[in-house]
């Protein structure tokens, strides 16, 4: 059935190539006197006329059947596209159509479009939904410049209206996937440390799928994770959490997008990646790292005091111990390695703070009891 119709539509749009290829001869006066006649068969096949409707056969056959089968892939992939529609690409889309059409009528008046003999209203039907095409196409690939002139501005006005000092503390907060996955972040919303919205765009909930997805068994319990915390989090009423349908589609990487959504919205990005972290720095964004704040609210440990740690492994340099406090703060203990599975009492020698976190030195109490003896 299918190659039935298509088969029809071809030879359809043969016909009506020919007949414009006919009529462009008689309007551009090349037409030749043609004596129907059985003896002079010949004069018919060599007339402008013929040449004229073969011409236009040929491209009704070849290059109009291209274009009609192009517009109708484009007419059954809307539906998909539709989808992905968001209320700014439909309001920029219609801006583009009515720029469109204005264009398309104004070529059509400054040329006299219509009052060319027979192929008047056919030029000035194609030069419209020409017109009108480049008009929509030209918006929705400039959607992001165009909804951000007309719509953020009104945004901002309303952000530096507010109250200062009472709605600066609930910006808008935009979550990556590692913060996600990490969980941490649920039980600081739930002691009410972290206010306002917590943002979801859709391209970090693709992220997450796309991980739970993965053949590799450990990403795809991390991408599980990520996902049954942020159905815990939208359970929580004292956790506000919104999914926004945004994208940048001309953006592959998807920490570009956070940091591209969190200007467009004044937010900040809630993250525990350390090269994000940086990025956004850098591009003027804000960003609140859990793994700082964990290492902010860490009880402070000054050279002197004493603590219990259990040694558990050897460390790197010969005769050191390693053990871990509750919080997971590393204790490098000299000549720990003769202590190795003991609870011991140590002395605190220095505090090494760095980018991955916080390492305590100490040294056994008892061999410096016994020095001072």
């Known amino acids: ?10 030879a359809v749009l ?11 001869v008689i309007i551009m006066g090349m037409a030749s006197e043609v004596e129907l006649a059985i003896n002079n068969i010949n004069n018919i096949f060599t007339s402008a006329q013929f040449v004229g409707l073969l011409t236009g056969g040929l491209f009704g056959f070849i290059a109009l059947t291209m274009a009609v089968e192009k517009i109708l892939q484009f007419v059954l992939s809307f539906e998909t596209r539709i989808k992905e529609i968001t209320w700014e690409k439909a309001a920029v889309g219609l801006m583009g159509i009515i720029v469109g059409l204005i264009l ?9 479009i219509p009052n060319i003999p027979r192929l008047g209203l056919p030029l000035q039907i194609l030069i419209n939904i020409t017109a009108t095409y480049l008009g929509f196409s030209l918006a929705i690939s400039r959607v992001e410049e165009i909804s951000d002139f007309f719509f953020t501005q009104s945004k901002n ?11 600066d503390f609930n910006f808008n907060k935009i979550l990556d996937t590692s913060v996600i996955i990490d969980g941490r972040i649920a039980d600081i919303c739930r002691t009410g440390f972290v206010e306002g919205n917590l943002i979801i765009p859709e391209f970090i ?40 349908n945004r994208d940048f589609e001309e953006i592959p990487e998807v920490d570009s997008k956070l940091v591209r959504l969190a200007k467009l919205m004044q937010g900040v990005i809630v993250t525990n990646d350390y090269n994000l972290n940086k990025v956004a720095e850098l591009q003027g964004v804000g960003v609140l790292n859990i793994n700082e704040l964990a290492n902010a609210v860490k009880p402070v440990v000054l050279p002197g005091e004493e603590m219990d740690v259990k040694v558990i ?8 111990g390693v053990g871990y406090l509750d919080d997971g703060t590393m204790i490098v203990v000299d000549n720990g ?29 008892s061999e410096e009891q016994e020095a001072y003896n």
């Open 1 to 10: 059935m299918k190659l039935l119709l298509k088969k029809l539509m071809r």
């Open 14 to 24: 043969t016909i009506f190539g020919a007949v414009i290829g006919y009529n462009l």
């Open 104 to 112: 398309g009528a104004l070529i059509n008046f400054a040329f006299s």
């Open 157 to 167: 006005v309303i952000n530096y209206g507010e109250v200062e000092g009472i709605e």
């Open 205 to 244: 909930l693709e992220e997450l799928r796309h991980i739970a997805d993965s053949s590799d068994v450990l990403k795809r319990n991390r991408g599980r994770r990520g996902l049954d915390i942020l159905k815990q989090m939208q359970q929580d009423e004292g956790i506000q959490v919104e999914i926004i």
């Open 313 to 320: 492994k050897e460390g790197k340099e010969d005769g050191q």
């Open 337 to 365: 390695v003769n202590y190795i599975g003991d609870d011991i009492s140590v002395l605190v020698t220095s505090i090494l703070q760095t980018a991955a976190g916080r390492m305590i030195f100490a040294k056994p109490k």
